[in-house]
């Protein structure tokens, strides 16, 4: 059997998964039932929304934390990093229950537990405390992608999987704009604590919609046992081809989301010499980016497929665009605003690492694959968050100025993207099984 293509690919995965679901009992690929876009498109993109807003709130109330709290930035950023870690360690078991229980199921429950963290956050005046409720909330949104991707899978036909990806993607970088100048405009009124009141209700709202709305799915015992699913989970993680994405995944993926869920408004504040105010635009420009960048791979992305751009193509290209844009703000090169919006604009190639990372692997373990890659995307935010926090209270103690502490730890970043870039370039076919 020759090679087959991205497409062909996603097909056959996705007709697998309609195997298991199909009411007709024909297992073949259908039309999407009626009404989709509000009973099924609707209330997923309203989850996946509140997910990524709930990714990106701390960068704009962080100086109102730190200044109630008294908080350092080593602490502000393990304390914004633990939605990650939690978001992280959580990706294999959710994977299992998506499969074993479906969406629906899984993901309203997962959201009330969103709300619960929520409320805590809101009620939260230490750092234990509010660091639970961020584990909590992390822990909530889990399911919100995969979810998503999981029902896409089941109710749409295999045709239109891309752009109604890319649709879900674009409501995610709603949620991270809404999470920008919008939340900054309601802080004077609400102040944090009532922000994230409002999050609560919104998670029960999301979590209702999810539960009444989907179509309901039967549940299936899955591919194996328990200790065989682990197994092969296990020899994801040392196989080559999926080391050879490991390293974009920590340091791109996962550096992007470190820095446009916190450290981006401190770098705005005290290198570029912006205001809150002003800050909070210029992250609305980076998530404005990055919703036109996921919209364009939604209405592109078949095209391209078509013409062989293949995922990892984009990669590359993505990547090194990259590179060259983190390179000109760090060293102030042209005005700050384009800047900012093409970084939120290449950083929408992040979608494809699953893809890419899975075309190396038997199309039967596409589902484990995505997953794993998943978690090291959330680990890579955890420690680059976290760890920018660290190096800015080392320096800073050294007599370093927030500014110039700000620029080393970004130049470190960028030297781990560099060296982790190295092993795309290099020239491997997949397997004929994949």
Known sequence: MGLQTAPNLGNRVLQVHN?????????????????????????????????????????????????????????????????????????????????????RRVESALLLVTALGAVLFALGDSMVGLGLA?????????????????????????????????????????????????????????????????????????????????????????????????????????????LRFAGTSLFFVGGFMALQSLWAVPWLMEVEGLDLAAAARMLLWLNLGMLLGQLSIGVFGVRLARRGVQPLRLLHVGYAGLLLVQAAILFGVGPVAPKWLLLGALSAVNSQAYLATANHFPREMFGRVSTSINLMAFAGAFLVQWGIGLVLDALRASGWTMADSLRLAFAALLVLQVISFLPLLSRQRPPESA
């Open 134 to 242: 961020r584990a909590l909330i992390g822990l909530g949104v889990s399911a919100c992608l995969m979810g998503a991707l999981k029902g896409l899978a089941l109710w749409y036909p295999p045709e239109r999987q891309s752009s109604m990806t890319g649709f879900i993607m674009a409501c995610g970088a709603m949620g991270a704009l809404t999470a920008s100048a919008p939340v900054e405009a309601m802080m004077p009124l609400l102040g944090w604590r009532g922000v994230f009141w409002g999050i609560a209700v919104v998670a029960l709202v999301a979590s209702a919609t999810l539960l009444r709305s989907l179509p309901r799915e039967a549940p299936t015992a899955g591919s194996g046992d328990l200790a065989g699913v682990l197994k092969s989970v296990a020899g994801i993680f040392v196989a080559p081809a999926f």
């Open 19 to 103: 195997l298991g679901f199909d009411s007709s009992g024909g297992g073949m690929s259908r039309a999407a039932p009626p009404g989709a876009w509000s009973r099924i498109f609707l209330p997923f993109a309203l989850g996946y929304y509140l997910s990524y807003l709930l990714r990106t709130v701390n960068a704009v109330i962080s100086p109102a934390l730190t200044g109630e709290l008294g908080l350092s930035a080593a602490q502000l950023g393990l304390l914004t990093s633990m939605y990650f870690f939690a978001f992280g360690l959580a990706q294999l078991p959710v994977g299992i229950a998506l499969d074993r229980y479906g969406p």
